[in-house]
């Protein structure tokens, strides 16, 4: 019994020592490196939402996000349902939501992830148009988007699927890039 705990000891001894040492040769350089290597947010918001002004102080668009999480090792930001307003004088704002996003460390850049929906209305709030996708990218000061992934384009009585997409938000302008197949429902006459 007393062997026993001279044996426990000696480990308990052992291990300490060991991690004394580990401790100073591991020094604050590499801890810093570690601390860098983690990818833990800083902060988070749940509900968030920002409005960015142009230069004239009319609104140029709005993000809202049901949960929001800052990352300070690469000053990034992902967003849970976000939902990003584009907003033009005399128009109807563009909406573009998605199930998941990540925000460049410079704001420039959103990238959406699942569920990918951008619509707009018409100046009497009927749904104008509509275009569906699994991902995209969001260049926000070029009032750019663009998927390289299947899209769907829902306009009236017009359905347009392709494989990749560039959308000139500024010029309302769409570019299909492949497989591009479109189908225009004839009119009903009552």
Do not use: C
């Not at 308990?12 to 591991?26: D, P, R």
């Not at 350089?29 to 918001?45: C, E, G, S």
């Not at 998605?98 to 959103?110: H, L, P, Q, R």
Request: aromatic residues 8%; without cysteine.
């Amino acid at each position: 019994m007393v062997l026993g705990r001279k044996k426990l000891a000696i480990l308990l001894v052992l291990i300490a020592a060991a991690s004394y040492w580990l401790s100073q040769e591991l020094g604050q350089d590499d801890v810093a490196r570690l601390k860098k290597l983690a990818h833990h947010p800083d902060y988070y918001m749940e509900n968030f939402t920002t409005l960015n002004m142009d230069a004239e102080g009319q609104p140029k668009n709005r993000l809202h996000a049901r949960y929001m999480a800052h990352y300070p090792d690469d000053d990034t930001n992902e967003l849970h349902e976000p939902e990003l307003e584009i907003y033009k004088p005399n128009r109807q704002p563009i909406v573009v939501s998605a199930d998941k996003g990540w925000v460049t460390s410079n704001n420039e850049v959103i990238l959406l992830s699942g569920n990918v929906y951008l619509y707009q209305h018409d100046e009497f709030g009927e749904l104008k148009t509509e275009l569906i996708a699994e991902d995209a990218r969001i260049l926000v000061d070029q009032e750019y988007a663009e998927t390289d992934n299947p899209a769907t384009l829902i306009s009236g009585r017009m359905v347009t699927n392709a494989v990749g997409m560039r959308a000139y938000l500024q010029e309302q302008r769409l570019e299909f890039l492949s497989n591009v197949q479109t189908t225009i429902e004839p009119k009903t006459v009552p």
